[in-house]
T-cell receptor, first 113, second 113 residues
Framework: DVKVTQSSRYLVKRTGEKVFLECVQD?????MFWYRQDPGLGLRLIYFSYDVKMKEKGDIPEGYSVSREKKERFSLILESASTNQTSMYLC????????????FGQGTRLTVV | LAKTTQPISMDSYEGQEVNITCSHNNIATNDYITWYQQFPSQGPRFIIQ???TKVTNEVASLFIPADRKSSTLSLPRVSLSDTAVYYCLVGDRTNTGFQKLVFGTGTRLLVSP
């Protein structure tokens, strides 16, 4: 079974802290994605990566950065956490071929206080 | 401009057939149509994908008319456990040609006894 693992299920951080959300997949997928999900807004794409060290901005990249040093790992970084970044964060991965199935992690619920 | 449009919510009763329609007027020639299901506190999971006519699997059927400007996800004889949010996706590409996954707000299906 494909596994996408997010490092934390729940996280509480203080305003101004640097926050790292980690995601690891075990299927040798080229693509990896980070989304945030807020009530009434669906899933919004923050960043995605189609290869090691390669990244593309999604629809809401402001306040976030990413790192992909190894194929299996994709990190989302909040340089200086703010309360409006309180959200559910979801990581996904897929093969690069178009129209292939994406697999999601269980999500990290981040609260910034 | 939204790539897909779905109803915000639908209600049904156990044992009924549920049809959720998605509009995608600007679908590209080589785009597939993909549906995902999301339960509360979980990441989305792939349900079904199609290009044209009809696709059926053990979970659902997908009907796509000849003009491909819409599609209908059909869930036969729903049960309480089908209560979830359903997302319709079509291809979305970056300026560099890589396919990214863009979710809308989805359709919230509530199945009652």
């Amino acid at each position: 079974d494909v596994k996408v693992t997010q490092s934390s299920r729940y996280l509480v951080k203080r305003t101004g802290e640097k926050v790292f959300l980690e995601c690891v997949q075990d299927m040798d997928h080229e693509n990896m994605f980070w989304y945030r999900q807020d009530p009434g807004l669906g899933l919004r794409l923050i960043y995605f990566s189609y290869d090691v060290k390669m990244k593309e901005k999604g629809d809401i990249p402001e306040g976030y950065s990413v790192s992909r040093e190894k194929k299996e790992r994709f990190s989302l970084i909040l340089e200086s956490a703010s309360t409006n970044q309180t959200s559910m964060y979801l990581c996904a991965s897929s093969f690069r071929s178009p129209n292939t199935e994406a697999f999601f992690g269980q999500g990290t619920r981040l609260t910034v206080v | 401009l939204a790539k897909t449009t779905q109803p915000i919510s639908m209600d049904s009763y156990e044992g009924q057939e549920v049809n959720i329609t998605c509009s995608h007027n600007n679908i590209a020639t080589n785009d597939y149509i993909t549906w995902y299901q999301q339960f509360p506190s979980q990441g989305p999971r792939f349900i079904i994908q199609g290009y044209k006519t009809k696709v059926t699997n053990e979970v659902a059927s997908l009907f796509i008319p000849a003009d491909r400007k819409s599609s209908t996800l059909s869930l036969p004889r729903v049960s309480l456990s089908d209560t979830a949010v359903y997302y319709c996706l079509v291809g979305d590409r970056t300026n560099t040609g890589f396919q990214k996954l863009v979710f809308g707000t989805g359709t919230r299906l509530l199945v009652s006894p």
